[in-house]
């Protein structure tokens, strides 16, 4: 049986990060210039559109455009470190690049979203829960090309019984990402791919747990 513990997992992020630290620093910093770049590229558009006299037209095409490409690069963002987790010495810069089912993980995202903004509106505490309960929905997608509600379904499934644990990893990527910022905002080229591997180690250790429960 694998144990899931806070330590355990950015332990294991930590130990995987330090294989190749250059390249986790480098694709960080890359994420954070492609991620800039389309967010004034679409601030670009929208100022052009809106100069021409349709503002709300601009406003609109600044939006979607916007939205697909952080959604490719979040789509991306996860292939990439899966990889990594699986195997660091494989991982490459063009894992960024992972179109792949992007209209379910795109449905995926929004539902998400709704779920978590609807528990949200029922007092903020079960928003909180089911951001928990579904945050693997999307790693799902990537990883095994599930639709949106088999998907939800799976990160469900495998965090059961392990909320408190999330919770707690949740605070902890929070505030390794606080020391980052404060270091400089240098330290979140480290902090980021660190917690982000930890996401992916919780995730596998998660699936691999409620696997083995399941043929238990």
Avoid: C
């Amino acid at each position: 049986m694998h144990t899931f513990t806070v330590g355990g997992t950015v332990s294991s992020a930590w130990e995987t990060f330090k294989k190749r630290a250059w390249f986790f620093i480098g694709v960080t910093a890359l994420t954070m210039i492609i991620g800039w770049a389309i967010s004034f590229t679409g601030g670009l558009i929208q100022g052009a559109l809106a100069a021409g006299g349709a503002e709300s037209l601009g406003g609109i095409i600044s939006f979607v455009l916007t939205f697909a490409l952080q959604t490719l690069l979040g789509m991306g963002t996860i292939a990439l470190f899966l990889k990594a987790h699986e195997s660091p010495e494989r991982a490459e810069v063009s894992q960024l690049w992972h179109p792949q089912r992007f209209w379910t993980y795109l449905a995926t995202t929004i539902l998400l979203g709704l779920i978590i903004f609807g528990g949200m509106i029922l007092l903020i505490v079960p928003g909180i829960i089911f951001a928990l309960m579904f945050q693997f929905a999307t790693y799902v997608v990537i990883d095994r090309g599930l639709g949106s509600i088999d998907a939800l379904k799976e990160s469900l499934r495998i965090t059961r019984g392990k909320k408190w644990t999330l919770f707690l990893l949740a605070l902890a990527i929070v505030g390794i990402n606080i020391l980052g910022f404060i270091a400089l905002l240098v330290g979140l080229l480290v902090s980021i791919p660190v917690t982000a591997l930890a996401m992916v180690h919780a995730y596998r250790v998660l699936e691999h747990g409620a696997s083995e429960m399941k043929a238990a």
